[in-house]
């Protein structure tokens, strides 16, 4: 399974409704569950990010989750796959 951290921008319409913020990120987090995705955390950041994600699971099943997180219009994603000391030292050998 991959590890990726996702960084989350509030779009217009997320900033309007950011006191529903927690809830639509408990609901994204049964969404990603459900779906067989690990959410490691969700946290809500100060500056150039809203928030970030770290998230674990098959490539095509995180990558849907966050489709499906981005279509509701409350934020934009940029996600990054991630790797542990263990999993970098494979890749560089």
């Known amino acids: 399974m991959a590890r990726y951290v996702t960084l989350i921008h509030f779009t217009d319409q997320g900033a309007r409704n950011i006191r ?5 990120a408990l609901a994204f987090e049964k969404a990603a569950k459900k779906a067989g995705v690990t959410l490691e955390t969700q946290l809500w950041t ?9 998230l674990n699971g098959e ?13 509701l219009g409350n934020v934009r994603t940029e996600t990054l796959q991630a790797f542990d000391a263990r999993d970098f030292k494979a890749i560089t050998g």
């Open 20 to 24: 529903k913020s927690a809830d639509r």
């Open 46 to 54: 100060v500056g150039a990010c809203d928030g970030v994600l770290i």
């Open 59 to 71: 490539e095509k099943k995180v990558l849907r989750c966050l489709t499906q997180l981005t279509a």
